[in-house]
C-alpha cells in the first residue's frame, strides 16, 4: 500500500485560508465605508466568516475590532441609551420579548422612556437619521459579537442578544 502525500490537501488548506483572508479584507474595508450598504454588507459577511472552518481561534479574535467599535461598543448601559433613543424617535417600538428593553420586566433600565409619544422636534428629525444608522450598525455588530462568542466559547450579555434580536429597517426608511 502506498502512502498518500499531504501535500494536496495542504494547498487545500492553504488556499480556504487565503481566500477566508481575501473575503475578511474586503468585508472589514466595507465596515468602514461610508455607504450604508455597504457597511451592512461587510457585518453580514463577517458574521458568516466568524463561523468559517477556515479560520483559527487567533483569527476570529481579530474580528473583535469591528464590534469594539460600534457605537455602544456592546456596553450595556450604551446598549440601553441607544435602545431608549430610538424609541423617543419612534424608530422602535418594542424590542423583542418581555425584557429590560421594552419595560415588560421589572429590571427596566432607567434611560428607556415610558412612552414613546414624545412629540418630535426638527432637530430630532435630523437625530432619527443618526440614531438609525447606528442601530442597524450596533444590531449587526452584536450579531457579529454573538457568533464570536460562540465561537471562541466567550459568554454574551443579555443586553447583546436582545439587541441582536432587534430587526432594523431597511435604508430609505
Avoid: H
Amino acid at each position: 500500500m502506498t502512502e498518500v502525500s499531504p501535500i494536496p490537501e495542504r494547498k487545500r488548506d492553504l488556499a480556504a485560508s487565503s481566500e477566508w483572508w481575501t473575503r475578511t479584507q474586503w468585508a472589514l474595508e466595507a465596515t468602514v465605508s461610508e455607504n450604508e450598504m455597504k457597511n451592512i454588507y461587510g457585518l453580514i459577511l463577517l458574521s458568516a466568516l466568524a463561523k468559517s472552518k477556515e479560520a483559527d481561534f487567533r483569527e476570529k479574535s481579530m474580528l473583535d475590532a469591528v464590534w469594539k467599535g460600534a457605537c455602544t461598543g456592546m456596553q450595556d448601559d450604551a446598549i440601553d441609551q441607544l435602545i431608549g433613543e430610538a424609541r423617543r424617535l419612534n424608530i422602535l417600538s418594542e424590542a423583542p420579548k418581555p425584557s429590560p428593553l421594552n419595560g415588560n420586566a421589572k429590571d427596566k433600565p432607567e434611560s428607556t422612556p415610558e412612552s414613546a409619544e414624545t412629540p418630535l422636534n426638527s432637530s430630532d428629525a435630523e437625530r432619527r437619521g443618526q440614531v438609525l444608522s447606528a442601530l442597524r450598525y450596533d444590531i449587526l455588530a452584536a450579531r457579529l459579537k454573538m457568533d464570536l462568542d460562540q465561537e471562541l466559547g466567550r459568554a454574551t450579555s443579555l443586553r447583546v442578544k436582545l439587541l441582536s434580536e432587534l430587526e432594523f429597517s431597511p435604508l430609505g426608511q
